[in-house]
């Protein structure tokens, strides 16, 4: 073969002095938005209950599963080829039994097939709620303490956080602090109803006052009822049955509290179409659907006869009590709430009043795993000397908790009062 000689003209390259990025700081990789909230309180304590071999008395969730029809129902509908995506909206049977389930408990009529979604989990339909609802700039107002998803959630969606504050030790609020941070750029109310971390359940008067409020600044309210089966002392009232509520309240639940499925994640959003088209909007592009066969499963939760829903009560009231009563035995300060899996001790009274070092030490000094509720505070030194309790766990679990505290704190002479 005959060789032919190119000639190549010289090619001048432009080194660019600036590199057009900054190189990447490996330590500081996190959106700005997000890189306050760090690691979520409950894995950093469950870790450090299994490091410690511990009690987890932190993280909220039952030790003892669902009904075991219930899981059959699930292993049934995996067996019977539930296995590819549902339907974006959830699967029929499922909002179906939704709609009839707050039709069934709070006479609420909803049509399943436009005001009924199914998301994964309550926090996907509250995360999706509020970034199908909220721009850059909206202001979110909701209570502090609050459940810690929601403020990751109001920082995605580029909207502010404006809090209003549940003081111990009856967790009451101001509705005139509610008029104070009221702006033109409010335009989600975040209600959680019973209340994690507190216990609260919001009474008659206070939710008439959040509606009146709601209704006057033409507030959308965006409701986390989990809690709605475990009011253990008070009646859950539903904010979307006060008057002039039902067309501006989204209603969010999940199976993980009442079922005792917390693994499933097999939640709800309810309410108006336009409230539930925005949920779905960014809903669709977060997990778009998720586990098929436990939504087949939980539509047969949902229909359980009442007194299964009685009794979960029941049981979680009398594991309160007795971990309430063991605390106040040990003269701590305990503050019940009326529902959920939570109570509250308060330090202040003691030398060691600080609730964070309080839960560092408590592993090491004790083998029991508790919560410092003043992560759940944006005033942090409101929550500073209160430490929460989770009580979903069988009656030995919270005895033998009580018998590794007894030793670490001594049994005490004079009982302090339970609030
Ligand atoms: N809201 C509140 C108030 C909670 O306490 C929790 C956690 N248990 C959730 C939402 C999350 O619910 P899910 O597991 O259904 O996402
Ligand atoms: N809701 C549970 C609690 O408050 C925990 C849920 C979670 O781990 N994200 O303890």
Not at 21 to 40: K, Q
Not at 104 to 126: N, S
Not at 258 to 286: C, D, H, Y
Not at 381 to 391: K, M, N, Q, Y
Request: charged share 20%; net charge negative; glycine share 6%.
């Amino acid at each position: 073969m005959e060789a032919t000689t190119i000639e190549i003209p010289s090619v001048r390259c432009v080194v660019m002095q600036q590199p057009l990025y900054a190189p990447i700081d490996r330590d500081h990789l996190i959106n700005r938005a997000l890189a306050e909230f760090g690691t979520t309180i409950f894995a950093e304590m469950s870790a450090l209950a299994i490091a410690t071999n511990s009690i987890n008395l932190g993280q909220g969730f039952p030790d003892t599963d669902g009904p075991e029809v219930i899981k059959a129902a699930a292993s049934r509908a995996i067996a019977d080829g539930h296995n590819q995506y549902p339907p974006g909206r959830g699967i029929a049977a499922l909002r179906e039994a939704v709609a009839q389930h707050q039709a069934r408990f709070y006479g609420i009529e909803l049509d399943p097939e436009e005001e009924v979604l199914i998301t994964a989990g309550a926090t996907e339909a509250v995360t999706a709620a509020i970034i199908g609802l909220c721009e850059p700039g909206d202001e979110v107002l909701l209570f502090e303490p609050y459940y810690d998803s929601y403020v990751a959630a109001i920082a995605i969606a580029g909207a502010r956080r404006v809090t209003v504050a549940l003081r111990p030790p009856n967790w009451s609020f101001d509705i005139e602090e509610i008029r104070r941070v009221i702006t033109p750029r409010s335009r989600v109310l975040l209600l959680n109803s019973p209340h994690n971390p507190t216990g609260k359940v919001f009474s008659r008067e206070e939710l008439a006052a959040i509606a009146e409020f709601a209704i006057a600044h033409n507030l959308i309210v965006i409701t986390d009822e989990v809690y709605e089966h475990l009011s253990l002392t008070a009646e859950h009232l539903p904010i979307s049955r006060f008057p002039g509520m039902s067309e501006r309240t989204l209603t969010v639940s999940s199976a993980g509290k009442t079922f005792s499925f917390t693994g499933w994640k097999i939640g709800w959003a309810s309410g108006p179409r336009p409230l539930v088209n925005a949920t779905l909007a960014a809903k669709q592009f977060l997990t778009y659907v998720n586990g098929a066969p436990f939504q087949v499963a939980i539509a047969e939760a949902l229909t359980l006869p009442d007194s299964y829903f009685s009794q979960l009560r029941l049981q979680m009231l009398s594991q309160r009590d007795l971990l309430g009563a063991g605390l106040r035995r040990l003269d701590f300060e305990v503050l019940l709430g009326q529902g959920t899996y939570f109570l509250n001790i308060d330090l202040s009274s003691r030398q060691d009043s600080d609730g964070l070092s309080f839960c560092r030490e408590l592993p090491g000094l004790a083998g029991v795993v508790a919560i410092p509720t003043a992560v759940f505070f944006d005033s942090k030194e409101i929550g500073r000397s209160l430490v929460r309790f989770a009580f979903c766990k069988r009656p030995a679990v919270i005895e033998e908790a009580l018998r590794r505290l007894r030793i670490a704190f001594g049994e005490a002479t004079v009982s302090s009062p339970i609030v």
